[in-house]
């Protein structure tokens, strides 16, 4: 069985961004991520119950406030929680999260003064997934999760030539 691997849902082309859009991967990427491991979508955000398309928000203040200054802590741990429930559900050990995103980023998000100033830190899920012992990746390090693509090709070419023998 594959390894399960909880991605952020806009990666699959779902259309969850505050802005109505997505960021979907490219195909070939994601054709090799799915060949290894058994994707398991998550957007934490309308997972929390936030609609889309929202306003955008950022952590502050040990919280996350929307741009109008809404308070949407309780979502946005609402949809941690879910990405746990999933992690825990699937056995994932490993996420392929969106960068920068005050959910998703992991080592580097906006600092709450919407001026796209980046500060380290993780999103809200991030950092929850993060204490629970989940590997954090996103998509400028996804290539690190298939590092062994390699070793998997040279694995099938030698099995393939011990059978024909
Ligand atoms: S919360 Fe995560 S999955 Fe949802 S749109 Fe934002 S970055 Fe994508």
């Not at 594959?2 to 990427?29: M, Q, T, V, W």
């Not at 580097?108 to 796209?116: A, C, E, N, P, R």
């Not at 040279?154 to 393939?160: G, I, K, P």
Request: one cysteine or more; aromatic letters at 6%.
């Amino acid at each position: 069985m594959k390894e399960a691997l909880l991605i952020s849902a806009c990666f699959l082309g779902r259309r969850c961004k505050y802005d109505g859009g997505s960021n979907l991967l490219p195909r070939e990427l994601l054709d090799r991520l799915a060949a290894h491991y058994r994707l398991i979508p998550v957007c934490p955000e309308t997972a929390g119950g936030l609609p889309i398309p929202r306003e955008p928000s950022e952590r502050r203040d040990g919280g996350v406030r929307a741009r109008d200054g809404a308070d949407v802590t309780a979502a946005y741990e609402r949809g941690a929680q879910t990405a746990l429930k999933l992690c825990e559900r699937f056995g994932c050990r490993k996420a392929l999260l969106k960068e920068r995103s005050p959910s998703c980023g992991s080592g580097v998000i906006y600092d709450g003064t919407f001026s796209h100033t980046l500060v380290s830190g993780d999103g809200w899920t991030a950092e929850k997934l993060r204490a629970h012992g989940v590997v954090l990746y996103g998509e400028s390090t996804a290539e690190s999760l298939l590092d062994n693509d390699n070793d998997v090709g040279a694995t099938l070419v030698v099995a393939r030539a011990v059978k024909k023998m």
